[in-house]
Structures are given as C-alpha cells and as structure tokens.
C-alpha cells in the first residue's frame, strides 16, 4: 500500500474537526515512541529552544561521563548512542544551527574527555566525520553565522 502525500494529507487534516485530528495524533503517539517524543517536543519544549538546547548539551555531558573507556569497541558504541540522541534532537527542532551547537558541543567533549582517539583509527574517524558534518552544515547557514562556527570549528 503505498502511502498519500504529504500535501494530500495535509488537505485531508484542514478538512478534520480538532477532536478528529486530536485522535489521530493521539493514536500515532501510541505506536511509536519516536512521535511521542517529536509530539512532547512539539508541544511542551518548542517555544523555548534555548532551554532544549541547555537540556540537550546536559544530556550529552552525562552520557559522556558515562562512555566505557575499557575498550574501543565499547566506547565507539557509547559513542553511537551519544550521536544517534543529537540526530534525533536535531529532527525535531529541524534547525541547522541547533543541530551545529549540539554537533560542536559533542566534539568538544569528545576532544577533551577521549584522548586515545588519537591512536585508534575508529575513534578519529568519528570525531572526523562530525567535524565534516558541522563544516557542511555551516556551509548553509547565513554569513555571520558561519563566521562564528567557523571560529569555534577552528579551535577543534
């Protein structure tokens, strides 16, 4: 069954009274925990990024003080976890310059808590690829902007 568009759905939902659209939201927050947590951002943390933003880089300070330094296989899958959270947090914001604080806030903590990456090729290839990723994304952003994450990207 192939799915309508995403303009044909949104015809369909003007056309809805607010209970019936209220239901279908509430029924897509059931089966997923993903729209649930997009839906709780959208409603309770969305008019106030600034403090999402704080809680965010909160959340990856925690879960870097408690990364498995024992090995490399266990650190990069902290590592993951940690990058896969920032993914997410970026999606439901949907803002480039929220997703390039919380990408740099990452590598500064990754810079400064995790010195063996210099030695293992997995782990420098991580912090690389977020530092491409920061590089690409600053690209879009407007000029004054990219001039001061181009300053912060300097200092990494």
Sequence with gaps: MK?????EIKKTLFSLENEEVI????????YKKENKELLNYLLFE?????????KTRKEIELLFEELNHAN???LKKGLRKILKLVTKYAK??????FEVDVLLHFCKLFKKQI????????????????????????SRLHEDLQYDY???LERL
């Design 23 to 30: 239901e279908l939201c509430l029924r897509l927050a059931k």
């Design 115 to 138: 010195p063996e990456a210099k030695r293992n090729v997995v782990l420098s290839n991580i912090f690389e690829i977020q530092k491409k990723k920061v590089e690409k994304i600053v």
């Design 92 to 97: 439901h914001v949907g803002e480039d310059d």
């Design 150 to 152: 181009g300053v912060e």
């Design 72 to 74: 490399a296989y266990l």
């Design 46 to 54: 969305s008019s106030d990024k600034t403090a999402f933003l704080d």
């Design 3 to 7: 799915p309508a568009s995403i303009s």
